[in-house]
Each structure stands twice: as C-alpha cells, then as structure tokens.
C-alpha cells in the first residue's frame, strides 16, 4: 500500500511509499524516469505527466515498473 501527503497542488507535491521512499513531483514526467511501480502511481495520480498509461486502464507504467 502506498501512502501519500499532499502539500499546495502538484508543485512541491510529495509523499512516501510503505517502505518510507519519498517521491516528489520533480519534473519528470515519463516511465523510464521512474524508479519503481510506486513512484509510477504517485507520479500519476499527483503530478503533471504525460502518457504514462498508454493504455488507458489505469495503471501506469506497465512495461516498465507496474508489471500485471
């Protein structure tokens, strides 16, 4: 499970995994900039990204990170 904080919209915006990784929106906006499944969904959910679900069903990053 993933736990996320929210701090003023999507600059700054931060949050951690279970684990206690910190994600940060950053500027990076693509799958092969991601680091793992986790830090995919942050990015998705919190952050200005482009096409990281090619697919449209929600997870992102599948050939990469969120493998089914």
Excluded: H
Excluded at 26 to 49: H, I, L, W, Y
């Amino acid at each position: 499970m993933v736990n996320f904080l929210r701090i003023n919209g999507n600059k700054g915006q931060s949050g951690q995994d279970a684990t206690g990784t910190s994600f940060a929106c950053d500027g990076r906006t693509t799958c092969p900039q991601m680091t793992s499944c986790d830090e995919a969904k942050f990015f998705q959910k919190n952050c200005p990204v482009e096409d990281m679900d090619g697919d449209l069903d929600g997870i992102p990053c599948e050939s990469e990170w969120c493998l089914r």
